[in-house]
């Protein structure tokens, strides 16, 4: 890896050239942006909609005119990139799916056929293109290995807090030697997850750029959350109770049994439980219906699955949990509470500490804890001025820190660092 990517802003003439709104597509971008602009392949290797994909729509939605999308499974987010006018591909391999995480080095042998099948067709695609984008650990993996193929600048987004907490030993240590060999740039999206690169591979946390998500506040400026009572009637959510909302993937590490637990202790709050198990986790959703029912509040939590208007749905809630047992890369889910003008109470550990200030923007509890969550809760609800002020500092936050166009900029001028 190349030591550093200069994080200083770009200048004015710079941005002006490569911001247009996020999401137009290439039809409308400026011919100016698309012959300043190197082309770039994305490469993710999930078809389904979790925080990196969102983040990669962003970017790719911004970048149509000169870039396409390897995705290594088919799934919803092709749809959703296909909306914006990107290019998409699919290569995928049944088997080679469902390896990476927990690789063992049985399973590792097992797939290497199918996996170089997969690196050359990369490799193939990133000859066509100036830079390489791989915004996941197995595209990290299939784009690096073909860096002799293609010997095209790599830059990898890093989404992951790389501890083992998270990843499995084998796992850890392929990334690491793919980032000493091949990677030419790494962004992170979190000084939490810098650190944690920094511990695996010895490279100095400070010179890699954080990169943070950029959250659309526009989207929640357009629902009108005035009259709650009727968007909860139009969402088919209870319209007097008093609402907390946990949005995410259904997984055990992001906590949706702490928030259970911590229901059972207030009598008269409801939880809305607003995603779905995106990664198979279907037995830990079943044990969440059933933990519901042990506690006697299944009255009270309402299962909403996967829902795409998520700033209609946050705008409806009275409070915003975040509950995720283990250190949160980053959370998008957090952001856009902030944006949404909710109170949030969000499990202090990893990047979260970078987003939410306790009693400013926001309110941290103790990863784990349903007794502090219940308490925080508590306390919230008991005191709406309180709230109100954490909610107005939030949206305040959220719009000036976490911006599209402040990620676009940062993004596109790491692209253009990474083709240089
Ligand atoms: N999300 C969504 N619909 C749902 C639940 C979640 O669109 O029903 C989105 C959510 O708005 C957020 C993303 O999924 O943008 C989750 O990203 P986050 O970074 O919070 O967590 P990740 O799943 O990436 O670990
Ligand atoms: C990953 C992380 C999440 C982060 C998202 C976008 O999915 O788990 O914390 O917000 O990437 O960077």
């Known amino acids: 890896m190349r030591p550093t990517l ?41 078809g389904q909609l979790g925080g990196a994909e969102f983040a990669l729509l962003q970017l790719a939605g911004h970048c149509t005119a000169r870039s396409e999308v390897v995705l290594l499974a088919d799934g919803p987010f092709r749809a959703r990139l296909e909306a914006l006018g ?50 996941t650990q197995k595209a990290l993996v299939l784009g690096a290995l073909g860096k002799p193929l293609h010997r095209r600048p790599v830059i990898w987004y890093q989404h992951d807090i790389l501890t083992r907490e998270h990843f499995g030993r084998i ?34 946390a400070d010179s890699v750029p954080v990169i943070y998500n950029g959250i659309d506040a526009r989207a929640f400026d357009r629902v009108d959350g005035r009259d709650v009572a009727a968007l909860r009637a139009r969402l088919g959510l209870p319209r007097d109770a008093w609402l907390a909302g946990l949005f995410g993937r259904l997984a055990p590490w992001k906590g949706q049994h702490v928030a259970l637990d911590a229901l059972a202790r207030l009598p008269d709050v409801h939880l809305v439980l607003v995603g779905a198990p995106l990664f198979g986790e279907d037995a830990y959703a079943q044990r969440l219906h059933e933990q519901a029912a042990a506690l006697g509040i299944a009255d009270r939590v ?11 749905w946050m705008k409806a809630m009275d409070v915003i949990l975040h509950t995720s047992t283990e250190p949160e890369p980053f959370g998008r889910v957090i952001v856009e509470g902030m944006a949404a003008a909710r109170p949030v109470i969000a499990a202090a550990a990893g990047g979260v500490t970078e987003i939410v200030r306790h009693r400013r ?17 508590g306390t919230l609800r008991a005191d709406p001025e309180l709230a ?32 240089r």
Not at 183 to 199: F, G, I, K, P, Y
Not at 361 to 375: R, T
Not at 389 to 418: G, K, N, P
């Open 6 to 46: 200069d994080a200083s802003p770009l200048a004015a003439s710079l941005v002006q050239s490569t911001l247009t709104d996020p999401g137009t597509p290439s039809a409308t971008t400026p011919a100016t942006h698309a012959a300043a602009m190197p082309s770039v392949l994305f490469v993710d290797q999930s």
């Open 86 to 135: 990107a290019r998409v591909q699919v290569i995928s391999d049944a088997r080679v799916s469902g390896v990476m995480r927990q690789a063992s080095m049985l399973n590792c042998l097992r797939v290497v056929p199918g996996l170089f099948r997969q690196v050359r067709a990369i490799a193939a695609r990133a000859r066509q293109f100036d830079v390489l984008f791989l915004n």
């Open 171 to 204: 796992q850890l240590s392929i990334v690491k030697w793919l980032v000493r060999l091949a990677v030419d740039h790494v962004v992170v999206n979190s000084q939490a997850s810098a650190r944690s690169l920094a511990a695996l591979t010895g490279i100095d």
């Open 302 to 312: 309402h299962f909403a699955g996967f829902q795409d208007d998520v700033p209609a």
């Open 361 to 377: 923007n926001g309110w941290l509890v103790k990863p784990g804890d349903a007794s502090a969550l219940a308490d925080a809760i």
């Open 388 to 419: 109100a002020q954490l909610a107005t500092q939030a949206l305040s936050d959220a719009r000036s820190e976490f911006s599209v166009e402040r990620y676009l900029q940062r993004m596109t001028q790491a692209i253009r660092q990474a083709a």
